[in-house]
């Protein structure tokens, strides 16, 4: 069953540190995403990427945030100046155009 | 705003019935999904409902009522394994964001 891969499953990084997470959707999903959950909260959505650019992003997701294609198949999540309250699992999530969301194991990030 | 409401934690017992509740408040609508999520875990869908009535999958059936805001999520014949979080969520509008509740826990007792 196709399934969708996040890499790494654990990231510990010193704040300030720039982070890559790392995503491949479903190869004939067009729409992905990505989402974080804070231990204890909610799932939280941070953005949806679509024919190559964000189609929505949330107030999260500011200018320390950025989403990458770079080639077909991974889709990346980079935090420039990773700040203590970045700490949270980081899901992945991608969908066809009428399909439920598919999630990642998603990446847990912390930092120290 | 947008909002979604579901209850923080419910108890159940092994072999029973329960049913969570979801309501909702958005700017528009197109589809309300139930995941399962275990701590620790990703998200896994459960159901999807985007017109009125019950969708029936095994042992879990979902309900949307759109006039109302609401929706349920009914789980029978409860086992151990049940013991996780239900998220609601809600796509809003043509986009393909999903709107999430808090999630309602749910702790099966022998």
């Known amino acids: 069953e196709p399934e969708v891969t996040q890499t790494p499953s654990h990231q510990v990084t010193q704040m300030g540190q720039e982070v890559i997470l790392r995503c491949v959707p479903i190869?004939?999903?067009?729409?992905f995403y990505w989402y974080r959950q804070i231990l204890g909260q909610k799932v939280e959505f941070l953005v949806s990427?679509?024919?190559?650019?964000?189609?929505?992003k949330s107030e999260i997701f500011d200018d320390q945030f950025s989403v990458e294609r770079p080639d077909g198949s991974n889709f990346t999540l980079k935090i420039r100046s990773t700040k203590l309250e970045d700490s949270a699992m980081y899901f992945c999530?991608?969908?066809?155009?009428?399909?439920?969301?598919?999630f990642g194991q998603g990446t847990r990030l912390t930092v120290v | 705003g947008q909002n979604i409401d579901q209850p923080t934690e419910m108890t159940a017992t092994e072999g029973a019935i329960v049913q969570i509740n979801c309501t909702y408040q958005?700017?528009?609508?197109?589809?309300l999904f139930w995941y399962q999520q275990h701590a620790g875990e990703a998200p896994t869908f459960l159901s999807y409902?985007?017109l009125d009535g019950l969708e029936e999958k095994g042992r879990f059936s979902s309900f949307l009522s759109r006039s109302k805001g609401y929706s349920y999520l009914l789980l029978k014949e409860l086992q151990m394994k049940d013991s996780a979080s239900y998220l609601c969520?809600?796509?809003?509008?043509?986009?393909?964001?999903?709107?999430w509740g808090a999630g309602t826990k749910l702790i099966i007792k022998p």
């Open positions: 999530a991608s969908s066809g155009a009428t399909t439920e969301a598919f």
């Open positions: 190869s004939n999903h067009l729409y």
């Open positions: 990427f679509y024919n190559n650019e964000i189609s929505e």
């Open positions: 958005t700017s528009g609508f197109n589809g």
């Open positions: 409902n985007v």
């Open positions: 969520a809600v796509r809003a509008d043509s986009n393909y964001q999903l709107i």
